[in-house]
């Protein structure tokens, strides 16, 4: 932060773009915090741009550091202008104002923002659930968030629902929307693929509706700039089938997250298909997500455990992107 502290001690201030940039958030995340909790820029600039100055850079510093324990939103603020409200920052090379407690573990920390994603969930609290998910993200990076953050917090709910009958239904769906839509709209758009690639097909078996750990393997894949067809929940075997052959992908991912759904017999016939002109057939890779496939047997089928193996994994069939230098 030294270099928009520097800017800001010379009067003229600091934009918001540079501010989020050098905060690693989004510029959404400052206005937000402004018109939310009041944490903006006392200053205004001719035609009411925001121009922020040291004092309300400690306060966002403050704000971003107590987020990233797992306080909600809220209390964060709080706290951040309990915390700096002592005066302004105005010498160069000055300390902050309250001294900085110790950055907690990494592990500490992304269990502080699990329980605070957890908590604003229980609550139906919608803004600060979205809040929380975008900063993991703007934190984490997508894998990571949904690795540490999102998959550990949908699960402790689903568990939460399990024990107590219906009480947690809703918080389930809310939170999940809520991740859903963290996945669809997180990730920049990618560069264009080369048009001769085959992509991945991505699509639920049969009867199952849960599709968010495919959005998040779409939203890493649409991340690396790889070409993908995503078809989501409960896709019938006639529409998958007709999919592969009108597509010619290089990859299948099949999803299902319980035994009842996972069809051994859909995936047999996609690891058979063929396409294409006599002497220049082609057959997709099948692979198998979820938990609904343990203990099954596809021969040759890709069968990876967790969001990275799977990225590993199809990163390997795209050699032409691997090597590409322009999409390291």
Not at 300 to 324: F, K, N, W
């Amino acid at each position: 932060m030294d270099n928009a502290r520097d800017t800001a001690r010379t009067g003229a201030g600091v934009t918001t773009g540079a501010l989020a940039r050098q905060l690693g958030v989004a510029p959404t995340t400052l206005r937000t915090w402004d018109r939310r909790y009041g944490l903006g820029p006392a200053q205004r600039s001719t035609g009411h741009h925001r121009r922020w100055s040291a004092q309300d850079i400690a306060v966002v510093e403050e704000m971003c550091r107590l987020t990233a324990t797992g306080l909600p939103p809220a209390e964060a603020a709080e706290l951040a202008r309990k915390r700096l409200d002592a005066g302004p920052v105005t010498a160069p090379g000055a300390a902050s104002v309250v001294p900085r407690a110790r950055r907690a573990p990494s592990a500490v920390s992304v269990e502080r923002q699990c329980r605070g994603l957890s908590r604003a969930a229980t609550r139906l609290d919608a803004p600060v659930v979205q809040d929380l998910l975008d900063e993991a993200v703007a934190r984490h990076g997508l894998v990571g968030a949904w690795q540490e953050v999102m998959v550990p917090v949908l699960h402790a709910i689903g568990r939460k629902w399990e024990e107590a009958g219906d009480r947690y239904v809703e918080v389930e769906h809310l939170l999940s929307w809520h991740v859903s839509r963290t996945l669809q709209r997180g990730v920049p758009d990618p560069p264009a693929p080369p048009p001769v690639l085959p992509p991945v097909v991505l699509a639920c078996v049969p009867a199952e509706q849960h599709a968010l750990a495919l959005e998040a393997l779409s939203a890493s894949l649409g991340e690396r700039g790889l070409p993908q067809r995503m078809f989501g929940a409960a896709v019938p075997v006639e529409a998958v089938s007709a999919a592969v052959r009108r597509t010619g992908p290089r990859v299948v991912v099949l999803w299902a997250q319980a035994r009842s759904t996972a069809s051994v017999p859909l995936a047999r016939a996609l690891a058979d298909a063929r396409w294409g002109v006599r002497g220049a057939r082609g057959r997709p890779a099948v692979m198998l997500g979820g938990p609904g496939w343990a203990g099954r047997t596809v021969r040759g089928a890709l069968r990876p455990t967790t969001l990275p193996e799977a990225l590993t994994q199809i990163d390997r069939l795209y050699p032409e992107v691997s090597r590409d230098p322009a999409r390291s």
